[in-house]
């Protein structure tokens, strides 16, 4: 399997290509947390996480709440 | 009393809105937000860890979306493109939840609001379906402005936020209230419970706080008196304050003095 790289929340990442963002969720440990994924500036519904794969040289944000005012 | 707050499609009883920074940890938010008897709680959107800390608790399995309503804020925006991203994540992540706490900073010093990114991102966000909350100057142009574009809540800064300087300008808060058709929320500035207590008897719908309660020596007492004072002021407001006078009026009858 070859692999990609790209940016995830600010930094670089490598990892197998053929992924899918529910899989980097997986590994992330974020499947049972609230999370929004953005891909090269668009969200990606939840319903599209299994089925989108990550390409080279994407721009990927994953997002969660915090404590704020 | 059972009067209800409308915001929106939605109605509370509670009329204090609480933040959930600056806390020491998330066991402290939570009943620091249980005692506030809070029903709106806001959060911020921000990254994610990616590896480092993983299991880390998250906010909102202590305060659950089930149990109270989650207002996520554009905090740390600084023009209408990112909170407008901000606010799509937010309704992302929280299912289609499409009620937001709007603010554009202008400068990272005083925290003011920038007002022509903070309309322009209004009527965006509006036209996408959101209901905006927006954190605005105590300018009574632009208070009404957001108003008449509908946004769901118009809320102007008491004092600058975290400052604790309290209700700064009563004079422009009443201005703004007698243009509203919409809940003014005082968001920003209140420091303790006279200051809660002075906006809800200027009139206005409700209180939103954070940095008050979290940064009191006891967070937990701090929350509880804000609720009281929240619910003393707006009683003092709807009592009709009695109206004042320059000189002393006996309260004890005049007649009838033992000579």
Same mark, same amino acid.
């Given at each position: 399997?070859?692999?990609?790289?790209?940016?995830? =929340? #600010? &930094? /670089? %990442?490598? !990892?197998?290509?053929?992924? @899918?963002?529910?899989?980097?969720?997986?590994?992330?440990?974020?499947?049972?947390?609230?999370?929004?994924?953005?891909? =090269? #500036? &668009? /969200? %990606?519904? !939840?319903?599209?996480?299994? @089925?989108?794969?990550?390409?080279?040289?994407?721009?990927?944000?994953?997002?969660?709440?915090?404590?704020?005012? | 009393?059972?009067?209800?707050?409308?915001?929106?499609?939605?109605?509370?009883?509670?009329?204090?809105?609480?933040?959930?920074?600056?806390?020491?940890?998330?066991?402290?938010?939570?009943?620091?937000?249980?005692?506030?008897?809070?029903?709106?709680?806001?959060?911020?959107?921000?990254?994610?860890?990616?590896?480092?800390?993983?299991?880390?608790?998250?906010?909102?399995?202590?305060?659950?979306?089930?149990?109270?309503?989650?207002?996520?804020?554009?905090?740390?925006?600084?023009?209408?493109?990112?909170?407008?991203?901000?606010?799509?994540?937010?309704?992302?992540?929280?299912?289609?939840?499409?009620?937001?706490?709007?603010?554009?900073?202008?400068?990272?010093?005083?925290?003011?609001?920038?007002?022509?990114?903070?309309?322009?991102?209004?009527?965006?966000?509006?036209?996408?379906?959101?209901?905006?909350?927006?954190?605005?100057?105590?300018?009574?142009?632009?208070?009404?402005?957001?108003?008449?574009?509908?946004?769901?809540?118009?809320?102007?800064?008491?004092?600058?936020?975290?400052?604790?300087?309290?209700?700064?300008?009563?004079?422009?808060?009443?201005?703004?209230?007698?243009?509203?058709?919409?809940?003014?929320?005082?968001?920003?500035?209140?420091?303790?419970?006279?200051?809660?207590?002075?906006?809800?008897?200027?009139?206005?719908?409700?209180?939103?706080?954070?940095?008050?309660?979290?940064?009191?020596?006891?967070?937990?007492?701090?929350?509880?008196?804000?609720?009281?004072?929240?619910?003393?002021?707006?009683?003092?407001?709807?009592?009709?304050?009695?109206?004042?006078?320059?000189?002393?009026?006996?309260?004890?009858?005049?007649?009838?003095?033992?000579?």
């Amino acid at each position: 399997m070859s692999a990609i790289k790209f940016h995830l =929340n #600010g &930094e /670089i %990442i490598q !990892k197998t290509s053929g992924q @899918s963002l529910a899989e980097l969720a997986s590994d992330l440990e974020l499947t049972k947390k609230k999370f929004a994924i953005e891909m =090269n #500036g &668009e /969200i %990606i519904p !939840k319903s599209l996480h299994a @089925s989108t794969l990550i390409e080279e040289d994407a721009v990927i944000e994953i997002v969660h709440a915090v404590g704020g005012g | 009393m059972s009067e209800v707050l409308q915001i929106g499609s939605r109605s509370f009883s509670s009329r204090l809105l609480v933040g959930t920074g600056k806390y020491k940890d998330l066991e402290e938010t939570r009943d620091a937000i249980i005692a506030s008897g809070a029903e709106i709680v806001t959060v911020a959107i921000r990254r994610t860890n990616i590896g480092q800390n993983a299991d880390e608790p998250n906010l909102l399995e202590f305060i659950s979306p089930d149990k109270w309503t989650i207002l996520p804020n554009t905090a740390g925006c600084f023009n209408a493109e990112d909170a407008i991203r901000t606010c799509m994540l937010a309704r992302e992540l929280l299912d289609g939840h499409n009620l937001v706490k709007l603010e554009v900073l202008g400068e990272q010093k005083t925290l003011y609001p920038n007002m022509t990114h903070t309309i322009s991102a209004a009527k965006t966000l509006i036209e996408d379906g959101f209901e905006v909350m927006v954190y605005c100057s105590d300018d009574p142009i632009f208070c009404k402005e957001l108003d008449d574009m509908g946004c769901v809540s118009v809320m102007p800064l008491a004092s600058p936020i975290g400052s604790g300087l309290g209700v700064v300008n009563p004079h422009t808060i009443s201005i703004i209230l007698e243009n509203s058709s919409k809940p003014i929320i005082v968001d920003a500035g209140v420091g303790t419970a006279s200051d809660a207590a002075i906006a809800m008897e200027l009139g206005c719908e409700g209180v939103l706080m954070n940095t008050a309660i979290a940064k009191a020596k006891d967070p937990i007492l701090m929350a509880e008196a804000m609720k009281d004072a929240v619910i003393s002021g707006r009683k003092a407001f709807l009592a009709g304050r009695m109206q004042k006078t320059e000189y002393g009026n006996a309260s004890s009858p005049t007649e009838g003095l033992i000579e």
